[in-house]
């Protein structure tokens, strides 16, 4: 199957060159210059992967890289950047917002198709992973032993009691350390409890799993203005 592409970016000769080039490797491709219309594409046609220029005008590429991740039905795709060179600070912040990967301007085609690749197959292995995973597989990490099927944690031997809520909250987080959950995505995974929570709940929640949680609740980190990640 044809995997496909979403390009945005505003230069018109940089989405040209992208455009050619895809296409001519058998990609399906899609082009837009703006992020407005990034976020309207992509949920409409759901790509495999965006190429998001992050200097963009009006809204700006990271802002877009959030609001992909912060919708249910974009939040899975790889989002690779495009960036200027001596744009580290916004390449740090685009790992924080979720993005995949990064390639500097000026890119060499070669590079460029090696890097869409990588992640395009990592994409395919985490998503093969996670429809395979045994969803009563317990986790280790750090020295918490989370059973997911009995609904029990365990700190070194001693059991922590937590409300059905925390624990899924901490489910969520501690499946996958490292990875930057927005309250959006949180509050998804904790849509199968029976009652209505909203994002400021999320924040609640955590503060008291954190509390239970003693020692090692400092493993759940705050991300400041995106959300938050179990520590690697
Ligand atoms: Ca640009």
Redesign the pocket.
């Known amino acids: 199957m044809k995997r496909s592409i979403l390009i945005v970016?505003?230069?018109e000769d940089?989405r040209e060159l992208l455009s050619y080039t895809l296409i001519r490797e058998g990609y399906q491709v899609a082009a837009v210059a703006t992020g407005e219309e990034a976020l309207a594409v992509a949920e409409a046609k759901r790509p495999d992967l965006v190429i998001l220029?992050?200097?963009?005008p009006c809204l700006d590429g990271l802002t877009v890289c959030r609001k992909l991740r912060a919708n249910p039905k974009t939040a899975d795709l790889a989002i690779v950047m495009l960036t200027a060179k001596g744009e580290e600070a916004d390449i740090v912040a685009g790992f924080n917002m979720g993005a995949n990967d990064y390639i500097t301007k000026p890119f060499s085609r070669i590079v460029l198709l090696a890097r869409l690749r990588a992640v395009l197959r990592n994409l395919g292995l985490n998503r093969d992973a996670e429809e395979e995973a045994d969803d009563d597989a317990e986790i280790r990490v750090h020295n918490l032993v989370i059973h997911p099927g009995r609904h029990q944690v365990w700190i070194e031997e001693q059991r922590v009691e937590l409300s059905a809520t925390e624990f899924r909250l901490l489910y969520t987080l501690a499946r996958k350390p490292g990875w930057v959950f927005t309250r959006d995505r949180i509050l998804d995974s904790l849509h199968g409890d029976n009652y209505a929570i909203t994002e400021r709940a999320v924040d609640v929640h955590v503060v008291s799993l954190r509390r239970k949680l003693g020692a090692a609740g400092q493993y759940i980190e705050t991300v400041r203005g995106v959300g938050y990640r179990f520590k690697e």
């Open positions: 970016e505003d230069e940089i220029d992050l200097m963009l």
